[in-house]
């Protein structure tokens, strides 16, 4: 049975810094896009960012680069993601999630999907 499991949510203030994380188990991810989404309330789901488990390929949304870092331990089977510089605005519900297409954005291409963690950024 796949999981995802994030953690690593919680209340920060603005400017600070949070590190979520992924743990994934139930298969081989070798060959998997692994993403990071969120959503606030409201809102639709949005994409975060992205990383190729086989060689580590990224991408960013524009709205975080330069602030957040994703990263992968495979000896762990657990992704990472760094937020630094925290804004009221990245207040939302984070979800890891896995798929096999490589380079998508799109939520509904990614298969396995995490339970999601809070994240709250006071102002």
């Known amino acids: 049975q796949v999981q995802l499991v994030e953690s690593g949510g919680g209340l920060v203030q603005a400017g600070g810094s949070l590190r979520l994380s992924c743990a994934a188990s139930?298969?081989?991810?070798?060959?998997?896009?692994m993403g990071w989404f969120r959503q606030a309330p409201g809102k639709e789901r949005e994409f975060v960012v992205y990383?190729?488990?086989?060689?580590?390929?990224?991408a960013y949304a524009d709205s975080v680069k330069g602030r957040f870092t994703i990263s992968r331990d495979n000896a762990k089977n657990t992704v990472y993601l760094q937020m630094n510089s925290l804004k009221a605005e990245d207040t939302a519900v984070y979800y890891c999630?896995?798929?096999?297409?490589?380079?998508?954005?799109?939520?509904?291409?990614?298969?396995?999907w995490g339970q999601g963690t809070q994240v709250t950024v006071s102002s």
């Open positions: 999630a896995a798929g096999l297409k490589r380079f998508t954005t799109t939520p509904m291409e990614y298969i396995y």
């Open positions: 990383i190729t488990w086989s060689d580590g390929g990224t």
């Open positions: 139930g298969r081989t991810f070798s060959s998997y896009t």
